[in-house]
């Protein structure tokens, strides 16, 4: 058992402890602030203070972590063992910066919470992230950090042991219009022949024609393809599923369709199913509430998974209304500019409420990649594509974390704007199941 010697326990350095020590590195460990009971102390230990106690493992803490409230940080990144870090501390602590410090500030987006400029979708911009500002948001640093503090303690305690950690794939597809033509119903449809014969788009009118006849597949129906991608390499995979009222933004399927709901059921058959809260239920409760009891009612059971349409992410309500619902686990924290972490971090970890001061039992799972960055921000070919995201895989793979994609169905149809992507879609899955 590992003890930590804090001067002053708070609801902030136990979520950090319980991030690096618990959830990164396996171990237990229990916090102290009496000192004697410390100094007493036979086994493996650590400080987390202003001064050592006596010749033990000392980190120079900062004042974050015994803060309350949000204000403004001075914070000024430099290099050490070629990663960026912040919060220096100087040569007397095991590292040169508060490691504990700088987790806290990344993993718990404490930069969201204060004031900032939104983009047209009410979301926090990765060009405004202190990742991106300083050349470090592909790099998942805070598993880096913590592997460097498993290090010191190996090297200090090497009777101490560290449970091995796998490196795992998770597949995930968002379905925001499962087709594009079947099941629109006639108002859509006869909306959709209009806006082709707008544009003299006779080719997308012969297509819909002969879709809807049934002589040709609809070109949004590539589940056949990301079931057998899905058998032959063998790796979880999660659907979300859009089941929002009809918007500008919320364009997927009527719920009462027997042919979508035949879809979710089948598809849940292969894999787990989440719901897509959608643009409009962002800032409604009830909205949230009506859809993810829509993808219950079909489903038969408990709904538990989310990922939130647009990345529409907004600290801490999004995530409370969560909580509210009863979803335990969140795949939304990522960006849509820029692919990375979000959250430097590419392991699962709990959301820590900075309004509340409290860590809750909501579960973040951050994704590294999704297709539209590539394409619609990043300006990337197709044949370019792994380039970018093999990068991402290795980084994981080396601190044995949880690398995330993010797909749509309607992306890998090999057609018209995404042609070309269905096969890196399965050269990504190829790597990242090696």
């Given at each position: 058992?590992?003890?930590?010697?804090?001067?002053?326990?708070?609801?902030?350095?136990?979520?950090?402890f319980?991030?690096?020590?618990?959830?990164?590195?396996?171990?237990?460990f229990?916090?102290?602030?009496?000192?004697?009971e410390?100094k007493?102390?036979?086994?493996?230990?650590?400080?987390?203070?202003?001064?050592?106690?006596?010749?033990?493992?000392?980190?120079i803490?900062?004042?974050?972590?015994?803060?309350?409230?949000?204000?403004?940080?001075?914070?000024?990144?430099?290099?050490?063992?070629?990663?960026?870090?912040?919060?220096?501390?100087?040569?007397?602590?095991?590292?040169?910066?508060?490691?504990?410090?700088?987790?806290?500030?990344?993993?718990?987006?404490?930069?969201e919470?204060?004031?900032?400029?939104r983009?047209?979708?009410?979301?926090?911009?990765?060009?405004?992230?202190?990742a991106?500002?300083?050349?470090?948001?592909?790099k998942?640093?805070v598993?880096?950090?913590?592997?460097?503090?498993?290090?010191?303690?190996?090297?200090?305690?090497?009777?101490?042991?560290f449970?091995?950690?796998?490196?795992?794939?998770?597949?995930?597809?968002?379905?925001?219009?499962?087709?594009?033509?079947?099941?629109?119903?006639?108002?859509?449809?006869?909306?959709?022949?209009?806006?082709?014969?707008?544009?003299?788009?006779?080719?997308e009118?012969?297509?819909?024609?002969?879709?809807?006849?049934?002589?040709?597949?609809?070109?949004?129906?590539?589940?056949?393809f990301q079931?057998?991608?899905?058998?032959k390499?063998?790796?979880?995979?999660?659907?979300?599923?859009?089941?929002?009222?009809?918007?500008?933004?919320?364009?997927?399927?009527?719920?009462?369709?027997?042919?979508?709901?035949?879809?979710?059921?089948?598809?849940?058959?292969?894999?787990?199913?989440?719901?897509?809260?959608?643009?409009g239920?962002?800032?409604?409760?009830?909205?949230?509430?009506?859809?993810?009891?829509?993808?219950?009612?079909?489903?038969?059971?408990?709904?538990?998974k989310?990922?939130?349409?647009?990345?529409?992410?907004?600290?801490?309500?999004t995530?409370?209304?969560?909580?509210?619902?009863?979803?335990?686990?969140?795949?939304?924290?990522?960006?849509?500019?820029?692919?990375?972490?979000?959250?430097?971090i590419?392991t699962?970890f709990?959301?820590y409420?900075?309004?509340?001061?409290?860590?809750?039992?909501?579960?973040i799972?951050?994704f590294?990649i999704?297709?539209g960055?590539?394409?619609?921000?990043?300006?990337?070919?197709?044949?370019?594509?792994?380039?970018?995201?093999?990068?991402?895989?290795?980084?994981?793979?080396?601190?044995?974390?949880?690398?995330?994609s993010?797909?749509?169905?309607?992306?890998?149809?090999?057609?018209?704007?995404w042609k070309?992507?269905r096969?890196?879609?399965?050269?990504?899955v190829?790597?990242?199941?090696?």
């Amino acid at each position: 058992m590992l003890l930590i010697y804090t001067h002053n326990i708070t609801h902030r350095n136990k979520y950090i402890f319980n991030l690096i020590f618990r959830d990164l590195l396996g171990i237990n460990f229990v916090l102290t602030s009496n000192i004697e009971e410390f100094k007493n102390y036979q086994d493996f230990k650590l400080s987390y203070t202003n001064n050592p106690i006596n010749d033990e493992l000392f980190f120079i803490s900062r004042n974050l972590l015994f803060e309350s409230g949000i204000t403004e940080q001075n914070i000024s990144v430099f290099e050490f063992n070629s990663n960026k870090v912040f919060y220096a501390t100087g040569k007397l602590s095991a590292l040169p910066f508060d490691v504990f410090a700088a987790s806290f500030y990344l993993v718990s987006r404490y930069e969201e919470y204060l004031p900032h400029i939104r983009d047209e979708h009410g979301r926090f911009e990765a060009k405004d992230s202190l990742a991106f500002l300083n050349n470090f948001l592909q790099k998942p640093i805070v598993n880096i950090w913590a592997n460097w503090i498993k290090g010191l303690l190996q090297k200090r305690y090497p009777e101490l042991s560290f449970p091995e950690k796998k490196y795992e794939f998770i597949s995930t597809i968002d379905i925001d219009n499962a087709y594009a033509y079947r099941e629109k119903g006639f108002t859509r449809s006869i909306g959709g022949y209009l806006k082709s014969l707008s544009t003299l788009n006779f080719k997308e009118i012969t297509e819909r024609n002969r879709v809807l006849f049934g002589l040709e597949k609809d070109p949004y129906d590539t589940y056949d393809f990301q079931l057998a991608i899905l058998k032959k390499y063998n790796f979880k995979s999660i659907y979300f599923f859009l089941l929002g009222d009809y918007g500008v933004n919320d364009k997927n399927l009527p719920i009462e369709s027997k042919r979508f709901q035949s879809l979710i059921k089948m598809l849940g058959d292969y894999a787990e199913i989440g719901i897509h809260p959608s643009y409009g239920s962002n800032k409604s409760k009830a909205q949230l509430k009506k859809e993810v009891s829509r993808l219950a009612k079909v489903l038969h059971r408990d709904v538990t998974k989310s990922r939130q349409h647009f990345l529409k992410l907004t600290l801490p309500e999004t995530y409370r209304n969560l909580i509210d619902i009863d979803i335990t686990d969140d795949y939304t924290m990522g960006f849509a500019s820029q692919i990375g972490f979000r959250a430097s971090i590419c392991t699962p970890f709990n959301f820590y409420d900075l309004d509340m001061e409290m860590e809750t039992k909501l579960k973040i799972h951050p994704f590294a990649i999704m297709e539209g960055t590539l394409k619609y921000y990043m300006k990337v070919h197709p044949e370019d594509a792994m380039q970018k995201i093999k990068p991402m895989i290795d980084e994981v793979k080396v601190v044995n974390g949880v690398f995330i994609s993010l797909w749509h169905n309607d992306t890998i149809n090999d057609q018209k704007l995404w042609k070309g992507w269905r096969a890196v879609y399965e050269e990504m899955v190829e790597y990242a199941t090696r």
